[in-house]
């Protein structure tokens, strides 16, 4: 094993315990992920991940063809064997009852219930799994955990980064066209001074230099901008840790082209700056 090894998570367990919603998560974290992939493929996609992917996730479970707890422990030592490969077992599991109700609230068939109740096919898959769990690096029992908290685990244990970076995006746009459907936080900047009444400023946008001075010397501009970048600043690193990968602040004036593009594009400077990554975009400009 290498400081360059390529982290390599199967992802296994009980049907209903979470391997869908780990899977989604360990995607949003850089992970390349594949579910249900035949286990004779297993070793040709992990041995070729060091050079197609900087992390890879595998989803392995009874439903796989050619199942067998002796066959996926075979696949997984040999695995295990490649030197440039860091290889973890990830098992996620739930008590019988809590998967009962999974099963009756979502309405879905037990893999191995086809013929039988949902009873029947939770005790012979917890039959089939169970060899696996001693093998297992990591084991999750998911019976009280949420999918934010199921999140906020897989986030710590298998992050790929020190600090899981939350991607935002900025949108400015214009209050009479509609809101931003995406849009996770508003901010409303047409107390500011209008350029447009400005014969010279109105043809401008707010990408223009002019535009920008003329916003920035309104008397209530600095003290505004300074809250908000703060207020930015404090809860950013707060929705990272609860797990969240993406948030997107909408700024918005009456057309969308001067007020409302100054500031999303000085909050993108100021908060690109201490280190988040943003997506800018100008909705209405045009």
Known sequence: MTDSSTPVLVVTGLSGAGKTSALKVLED???????????????????????????????VDTRTRGFSADAFATQLNGLREHPDLEVRLLFLNSDDEVLRRRFSETRRRHPLAADRTVTDGIVR??????????RADIVIDSSLLSVADLRGLLIRAFALEA???????????AFRNGLPREADLVFDVRFLTNPHYHDELRERTGLDQA?????AQDPHYERFFESLS?????????????????????????????????????????????????????????
Do not use: K, W
């Not at 898959?125 to 001693?134: Q, V």
């Not at 207020?231 to 990272?240: D, E, G, I, R």
């Not at 948030?247 to 400077?269: K, P, Q, W, Y």
């Open 29 to 59: 974290l850089g992970y390349e992920a594949v579910d249900n992939l035949p286990l004779a493929y297993v070793p040709h996609l992990a041995g070729a991940a060091d050079r197609a992917a900087p992390a890879l996730a595998i989803g």
């Open 211 to 215: 535009v920008a001075a003329f916003v």
């Open 125 to 134: 898959e917890r039959g089939l799994m169970a060899p696996l769990i001693a």
């Open 230 to 286: 703060a207020m930015l600043l404090l809860v950013l690193p707060l929705y990272a840790a609860e797990g969240r990968s993406y948030l997107t602040v909408a700024v918005g004036c009456t057309g969308g082209r001067h007020r409302s593009v100054m500031v999303a594009e000085a909050l993108a400077a100021r908060i690109g700056e201490a280190g988040f990554p943003v997506r800018l975009r100008h909705r209405d400009i045009g």
């Open 163 to 173: 600090r899981p970076r939350l991607q935002l995006s900025l949108t400015s746009f």
